[in-house]
């Protein structure tokens, strides 16, 4: 179940959050359709890692949305569009920063629901070099 069905919202044409109470516009553009949904709950916290279409159902791009619990029924949320063409460097940086935590902060931490996350910093410019060029 991705943030939105969960919270009872449908995302309109525009991108923006529409509650399903009466009164909003369900035709005014197309409803992004989800093909997939990853929840992640982390405490106080819950990731939601959802595939989408774009407008036209050609294409696919991600949502990130971190939904905070700030009082009794409230919630505050931060969303991230992630598009195909940043897949990589997204990953690549997340990747980078993991195990920088792990190698240089974290030594002795078990982190052992962690994959491998073997990193090559050299393979990485090269391959962001290519993406800029």
């Known amino acids: 179940m991705s943030y939105d069905q969960e919270k009872g919202y449908r995302t309109g044409g525009n991108g923006h959050q529409r509650s399903r109470g009466r009164g909003q ?49 409230s919630y505050e949320k931060h969303k991230i569009f992630l598009y195909k063409e940043d897949f990589g460097k997204f990953v690549s940086a997340i990747h980078e920063v993991v195990q920088h935590i792990k190698d240089e902060h ?26 800029q060029g």
Request: overall charge negative.
């Open 25 to 73: 516009h369900a035709d005014r553009g197309r409803y992004r359709d989800e093909v997939f949904s990853r929840r992640v709950p982390a405490g106080k916290r819950t990731y939601f890692f959802d595939v989408k279409t774009t407008r036209s159902g050609e294409d696919f791009f991600v949502t990130i949305t971190e939904s905070k619990r700030v009082g009794e029924g």
């Open 106 to 131: 974290l030594p002795e931490y078990d982190f052992r629901y962690l994959p491998d996350l073997s990193f090559d910093p050299e393979v990485f410019a090269e391959r962001e070099d290519e993406y």
